[in-house]
């Protein structure tokens, strides 16, 4: 142990006089010395046997192909080494440690010559730094799971940090092979304009692949990293690249890397800077002629609410960004893009007015497209937006939906025990037990009426009271269920109430809340969708989920599971998609449909079973149609989101019906699938 120390004691002191430790006493390099042989028996830190410096996310379309977005505050993708390319395997030793397969972690004989140059010129010109000893320092400065201050500590000018790096050079020598330590280092280390890693260089510089680079680019590529900003191509000096170029040309050269016809060959190469960065985030998602932005903006908010990847938001936005996670979503291009077509067919990307559109698969909750007719973007402009027109959040509440809530009112009925046949003489205008002080009162009391009273007025069952959109017989079913029954109904089904107003009046005043049932509060397209899946999926609620599978740097899967509940009796669910075959203008299973208000859909389906439901808010403010099939669920919203006065008009409700069956039917396929299970005689007539 003695002359280990002492052997060890010897390698400081030159070490120490090299990087000018001239302040360090004497006793602690022997104490030092004195203390490797135990430190050598220590455990290194972790993250230098496996490094885990920041990475980028890669987040794809649900090929698992098809590219979205990254995200990342490094850009930086590790690669094996059998996947670099020899030459820059030799050029990156050559340039940085031209004994790198020969020394033990610190290069004595380099050390040596570096002091009798520098005693020679009067000052230190001349670094030591062995490519093993520079691992050791970025994997400290760039681990993600250190501190700020911990970071820091890693390129500090003292004695202690030094001695620190030369100490766990040499034992990471012995832990790691050269290969293993020459492919950490050159996945770590920072080449320049935002690249760090080989992958990145390649891909920034060259655009390829750190696999498919020459002599020429692997000697420009290393010649960067002693001042990888100023000497980089692209963001430095292009004659100082080439420059260095040549020395690391000539480095090989000397060293037998390479013969004089191959560096002259290098030497003479015209290199082209054909780069490209990564996008980075959703503005720079792709896609963007479809609007994958917004679905990329909720796939990321949907991400800072899961606590598996920290403990808090901003733990989590910084996983995202330095984890390194692939992860393919459920965002289906195709559908996205009849999606983003149908809403632009009804309004152009300049209309002040939009159709956001939401799909949703039943049982699943999958989000397979969220588009409107914007251009996701920062732009100042009315095509371009950033918020969350379809999803909501970021103080985006969403949009009254109208008469698409009646299918809450319906659903409470039915579980109270009302069957589909529960008849109501339904006047022209209904005049109800609750107090109402507004416009339009009917001495004090709340009294809706229907707006084509020649249509719908009469008697009604829930079939033909829900396909002629009968304002007068859903108030009366609330009634007799009572409003609470059907707000709680609707918060069962996902509807989230993310309006202050609406939460509080939820909360405080439900048992009063009559004209809940014409859908006078805000919710989004994703909402809807998701709260009519439910019904298609015979009561199973699956809250939306933008992600089919998540995969951590590591290659271990991250666990992604559905929240899904069954929040309706599967025969209550059966009994109200019945009822919701009469709006789109097919027959319910005992022939009790008689009209309807969106009839045209029947005639895009043919003979494969659809359902759905129109709403119209009061002057028309919005106009809303969510349909479903037993394998799919769309919603469309028509809206004036920076005006909510602002009406729409009627004159729009076909084209939104259009536009979102249409959806719909690109959702399902081509093919058929299996039609709706029939509701029983006791749900559909009682008993």
Known sequence: MIVRAARFGGLLVLVGALIGLSAIPVGAVLRSGAQWSRRQRAELPAQLLTPSAAQVTRVYADDGRTLITTFYDEDRHDVALSQIAPVMQQAIVAAEDTRFYEHGGVDLKGVARALVSDARSGRAEQGASTLTMQLVRNVLKEDPNLTTAERAAATEDSAGRKLREVEYAVELENRLTKQQILQNYLNIVYFGNGGYGIEAAARRIFGITPARLDLAQAALIAGVVQSPDADNPISGDRARAKQRQGYVLGAMLKSGLITQAQHDRAAAEKLTYSGRTQPNGCVDATGKADGWGFFCDYFERWWSSQSQFGATKAERDDALRRGGYTVVTTLNPDVQKVVAKQSRKVYGLDNRKTLPIAVVQPGTGKVLALAVNRHYGTAKSTSNTVNPLVSGGNGINGYPAGSTFKMFTMLAALEAGLPLNSGFDSPAKLVTEWSDDGPGNCGGKYCPGNDNPSWMDGH?????????????????????????????????????????????MARTNAGSWGSFTLGVIDTTPLELASAYATVAAEGKYCAPLPVASITGSDGRRVAVTASCKQVLDPEIARA????????????????????????????????????????????NRTETFVGFTPAMAAAGIANDPADPS?????????RVV???????RAAVGNGGYDGFEPPSDISAFGG
């Open 460 to 504: 009604r069952t829930m079939w033909d009271a829900f396909g002629r959109s009968v304002n007068t017989y859903f108030v009366h079913l609330e009634e007799q269920v009572g409003p609470a029954a059907v707000v709680a109904m609707a918060q069962r089904l996902g509807i989230s109430f993310s309006s202050p107003a609406d939460a509080e």
């Open 576 to 619: 109200a998609t019945d009822a919701a075959r009469c709006p789109v203008g097919q027959q319910s299973t005992y022939g009790k449909c008689d009209g309807g208000t969106a009839e045209q859909v029947a005639g895009l389906f043919g003979g494969l079973e659809v359902a759905g439901k129109t709403g119209s808010t009061e002057d």
């Open 646 to 654: 602002d009406r729409v008009g009627s004159g729009v409700e076909s």
């Open 658 to 664: 259009t536009a979102v069956a249409r959806t719909l």
